[in-house]
């Protein structure tokens, strides 16, 4: 079982929907991840949260929306996508801050999809 | 459910050594693995795949469906070659990926 929990693990919507992507870990960790995967590339780094706080957005446009209420929890709020948008979302979580070199803990991921 | 389990969260070796991470997996299909690799404060990037069977930076790794696994391996390791190795799992329907808890990989001189 992943220690980084993912809700949902799918996800339909249409391109008019607002829906938010959920991530969830308890392991005190203090620096949360969103990648974005397509077509079994390599996951794109999307935004990091370190200290709660958003440290790098990788110029994602503005139609994701990040949000880190807790240490615990991660969530991207998705509004007005476009279907090139559909993508395996990767939450991950470390131990240090984004700047440390501390192990990525994946969870497994919500499968987007936008009709 | 898919699993994958690296055993060694560190690996130690000296350059010119041997050096094998350790990738294990459970999964009822036919999975496709991945070894991803970060070196220190880059991105992840993909290092290989195993229905390319290639080899990158003299990597290899070869799936091995009788002992569930899909080790790493190298002949002679390198001091560039630290870094965190990910060994990850997609499903038959390419809907779910799943990462092994890493193997740090450091190569002394």
């Known amino acids: 079982d992943t220690e980084v929990t993912q809700t949902p693990k799918h996800l339909v919507m249409g391109m008019t929907n607002k829906k938010s992507l959920k991530c969830e870990q308890h392991m005190g960790h203090r620096a949360m991840y969103w990648y974005k995967q397509k077509a079994k590339k390599p996951p794109e780094l999307m935004f990091v949260y370190s200290y709660e706080k958003l440290s790098i957005n990788e110029s994602v446009p503005s139609r994701f929306s990040p949000e880190c209420p807790n240490s615990s929890l991660l969530n991207l709020h998705l509004h007005a996508l476009q279907p090139e948008d559909s993508a395996l979302y990767l939450c991950a979580s470390s131990q240090d801050g984004a700047e440390g070199d501390s192990p990525l803990h994946f969870g497994n991921g919500t499968r987007l999809t936008v009709t | 459910a898919q699993r994958v389990t690296q055993p060694e969260k560190l690996l130690s070796v000296f350059k010119g050594a041997p050096v094998e991470l350790k990738c294990n997996y459970s999964?009822?299909?036919?999975?496709?693995l991945f070894w991803y690799v970060q070196y220190s404060r880059q991105r992840l990037q993909l290092l290989l795949r195993?229905?390319s069977r290639e080899s990158i930076k003299g990597f290899t790794a070869d799936l091995n469906k009788g002992e569930t696994s899909f080790h790493l391996k190298k002949p002679f390791a390198q001091e560039e070659d630290s870094a965190m190795y990910y060994c990850?799992?997609?499903?038959?329907?390419?809907?779910?990926?799943?990462f092994g808890g890493g193997t740090r990989l450091m190569v002394k001189p």
């Open positions: 999964y009822s299909g036919s999975p496709e």
């Open positions: 990850a799992l997609f499903n038959n329907a390419g809907n779910m990926l799943t």
């Open positions: 195993h229905i």
